[in-house]
């Protein structure tokens, strides 16, 4: 079944040009069914690439998902054209008394800051601190997945020595666990950060629990005991050419920056990359939209 979205959305023609299933508003009002509402609070600089890679995820499943995109009204975009953000964005001005079954807090690129130091830092809290009364299930990403941990269960943030960069082999802690259901024992996922949490800081909280990790990575998927909030640390939604499009970014503007790990064949980054993880990466977003979301959601969310 298919994602709705609006019909002039960018992300709209992309995917439908992969043969993936995206519903009209005008069909989706024709059937008589309550799709999953799931809000999207896009923190990246390159909101048109990073919202379609992640309706790419959502589509691929048996439910009727209409997606809301969300954006900070502390901190405008200075990458995105501000037509796109009128046209397909709303603020949370406009959202806060409403309920939803599903939200996904995106990434960002600022690890390196303080999260106080973070322009919409406050915004960002009154959102997270809102989506415990407003959202069934909340999937934080990256930085946002560090940020939701320091807000919600005071999990810091440590710097790391360099750049964690490439693409790293995981392994499944609670294999029972629904979120990994379907998974191989390991399993590959990219990241890109500078910062990570400790896995002595999630274990010290009775509430958090580590259901992935990595020997190289470190933490990767942390959970809370009542699954109403999940922690990605890597990005599984990245694009075949995602990293290298970051790596050559870089090297043009003349920064020290390491070829991504175990990523281009033979780290030759003439080559294409060899893409590992994204039969992974899809298969964690739908079983978060199946498990988390659709199973146990209320069908009135006014209950939420």
Not at 223 to 235: A, E, L, V
Request: charged share 20%.
């Amino acid at each position: 079944m298919p994602i709705r979205i609006p019909d002039s959305l960018p992300a709209r023609a992309v995917l439908e040009g992969e043969n993936i299933f995206v519903m009209t508003e005008y069909r989706a009002m024709h059937q008589d069914i309550r799709p999953l509402s799931v809000l999207i609070l896009n923190l990246m600089p390159t909101k048109i690439v990073t919202e379609t890679q992640i309706l790419r995820k959502l589509s691929n499943t048996p439910l009727q998902i209409q997606v809301e995109l969300l954006q900070t009204s502390s901190y405008i975009s200075r990458h995105t054209d501000e037509t796109h953000l009128a046209s397909f964005y709303t603020t949370f001005d406009q959202v806060k008394d409403r309920k939803y079954d599903g939200m996904i807090i995106t990434g960002a690129p600022v690890e390196n800051m303080e999260f106080d130091q973070v322009d919409y830092w406050p915004e960002l809290c009154e959102i997270m601190t809102w989506s415990t009364t407003h959202v069934h299930s909340t999937l934080h990403i990256c930085w946002g997945a560090q940020a939701g941990l320091y807000h919600h269960h005071g999990v810091a943030k440590h710097s790391l020595p360099h750049k964690l960069f490439g693409v790293y082999e995981h392994r499944v802690l609670k294999p029972s666990s629904p979120l990994f259901r379907g998974f191989d024992d390991r399993f590959f996922a990219p990241h890109s950060r500078y910062t990570q949490v400790l896995p002595r800081d999630i274990l010290a909280r009775p509430e958090l629990e580590l259901v992935a990790d990595s020997e190289e990575a470190g933490v990767f998927a942390v959970k809370t005991q009542d699954s109403r909030r999940f922690y990605i640390m890597g990005h599984p939604e990245y694009d075949p050419d995602t990293l290298a499009r970051e790596y050559w970014r870089d090297v043009d503007k003349g920064l020290d920056i390491a070829v991504p790990a175990h990523y281009f064949p033979g780290d030759d980054p003439t080559q294409p990359p060899i893409v590992r993880w994204r039969s992974a990466g899809q298969l964690l977003y739908t079983n978060w939209l199946n498990y988390y979301v659709y199973q146990t959601t209320p069908y009135d969310l006014s209950k939420v």
